[in-house]
């Protein structure tokens, strides 16, 4: 018995160990799993070249009240939906060239990921070398704080794709960074007063402009479509005694713009276009006949004065074999001021900064019905030196000689009616004496 139970217990003892072995032989599911190496690269700012363009595209307007209630309205309204064009008749960009910054204390230097993440952040100065997951970013650069209103510090952005392959280092070579706010400038009238006032609003930010501020104010545009309204109140008085009060709106300014604004005390009409003895909307025959005199007033002298044909008859090639051409300043006429002279156009010290001009373009008119027919249209555009402008067009229709006869009258048939071949006559009535005769496929009764 004793026997047996000692080879009971070595049995179990052998049971135990096989299974131990076993267990220390299976794999750990669920307890440890190895993870994938991470795919990653390098980005090095070690090399970094950090310049900016300074150059600024430069605009100016005249803000000036209207000469009339019924004019202010207008004014209101078309100043609502200006546009930059509307305020760069004589706008120009900056000569300015890409310059290296020398230091931008305060700048912020941003590795941002796909989901807007910023995975590397570093001051101005430093030039560090990072790890990150493999994959494309946007380097940002801009200030740490920017000021919505700065009075004569003009504040600078970029930004750049950067692609970071895995197991690779990306070296970042020349960053370069643009303005990044819109710049605007006052210059009053001698005419007001010292305690005369504009207050311009760009994206909520106020800037109170004197006769005797001569600093820029620069406003960040608005983030969200990188465009900004500019709206301009000025009040005071005049040294005439009176006083003025209005507001006027710029609306489509860009980030690197500076606009530069001349305030006005008084205001002065339009540019004035006439069609002497003619009513300058209608559309006139042109012939030998038709007087083509032209008057044009301008209070506050013409400053620029365009003409552009548009016609059926004076082609391009036409205009080209008499020496002109479709667009032409009458100012700066070129090579086409002899041209224009001959066809009664004045040009150059005899436009520019007159109050008042006229010009007679008779001649002209017999000589279009000689090249064709059709509508002429002799667009001109005057501006004066208070930016306002003023376009009205000539308009002539021409005939040529011998072309589209008028269709000459078919004969009319003499003597009574008759029959023609393809016309109406009607059928002769068979003699009374006959009464019922066959014809051909008829109904005539049988002769007895």
């Not at 005249?62 to 509307?86: G, H, L, N, S, W």
């Not at 229709?397 to 009258?409: I, L, Q, R, T, V």
């Not at 078919?410 to 068979?430: I, T, V």
Request: charged share 20%; with cysteine; aromatic share 8%.
């Amino acid at each position: 018995m004793k026997k047996s139970f000692t080879l009971l217990q070595r049995t179990l003892w052998i049971l135990l160990l096989a299974t131990a072995s076993c267990d220390r032989e299976k794999p750990g599911y669920g307890e440890e799993t190895l993870s994938p190496a991470p795919i990653v690269g390098f980005v090095s700012f070690e090399t970094m070249q950090v310049t900016l363009n300074s150059a600024t595209e430069n605009y100016s307007a005249v803000v000036r009240p209207a000469a009339t209630a019924a004019a202010t309205a207008a004014m209101t309204a078309e100043t609502a939906a200006a546009t930059t064009a509307d305020i760069a008749a004589d706008g120009t960009a900056a000569s300015g060239t890409r310059a290296e910054i020398g230091a931008l204390e305060g700048y912020r230097f941003n590795l941002i990921d796909k989901q807007g993440a910023a995975v590397a952040e570093f001051p101005y100065g430093a030039y560090p070398r990072f790890e990150v997951p493999a994959g494309v970013y946007t380097l940002t650069v801009q200030p740490a704080d920017p000021q919505a209103l700065a009075w004569e510090t003009q504040s600078y952005r970029a930004e750049q794709e950067v692609y970071v392959r895995k197991d690779a280092t990306t070296a970042i070579g020349e960053v370069l960074c643009t303005p990044a706010t819109v710049g605007v400038a006052m210059t009053f009238d001698p005419a007001f007063g010292e305690t005369a006032a504009a207050t311009v609003v760009c994206n909520g930010e106020e800037a109170l402009f004197t006769p005797a501020e001569s600093r820029t104010a620069y406003f960040l545009p608005s983030e969200e479509e990188n465009t900004s309204a500019i709206t301009i109140t000025v009040s005071g008085p005049l040294d005439n005694g009176g006083t003025v009060t209005f507001t006027q709106r710029f609306e489509g300014i860009r980030a690197g713009q500076l606009c530069r604004f001349t305030v006005k005390g008084s205001s002065t009409a339009p540019p004035v276009i006439e069609w002497e003895g003619h009513d300058i909307t209608q559309r006139y025959e042109a012939t030998a006949e038709l007087q083509a005199k032209i008057n044009i007033t301008a209070a506050a002298g013409i400053r620029d004065f365009k003409v552009e044909i548009v016609s059926e008859v004076l082609t391009p090639e036409i205009l080209q074999g008499i020496g002109l051409t479709t667009t032409f300043d009458l100012i700066n006429p070129g090579q086409y001021g002899e041209a224009l002279e001959g066809l009664g156009f004045p040009t150059g010290d005899a436009v520019l900064n007159r109050t008042a001009v006229s010009f007679d373009i008779s001649p002209f008119m017999p000589l279009i019905p000689l090249l064709g027919s059709g509508d002429s249209d002799f667009k001109l555009t005057v501006t004066d030196n208070d930016d306002a402008t003023t376009v009205a067009s000539i308009m002539v229709h021409s005939s040529k000689e011998g072309e589209n006869p008028e269709p000459e009258p078919e004969p009319e048939p003499d003597g009574p009616e008759q029959e023609f071949p393809g016309g109406g006559a009607n059928p002769l009535d068979p003699p009374s004496s006959v009464t019922e005769e066959p014809f051909p496929g008829g109904a005539a009764r049988e002769l007895s």
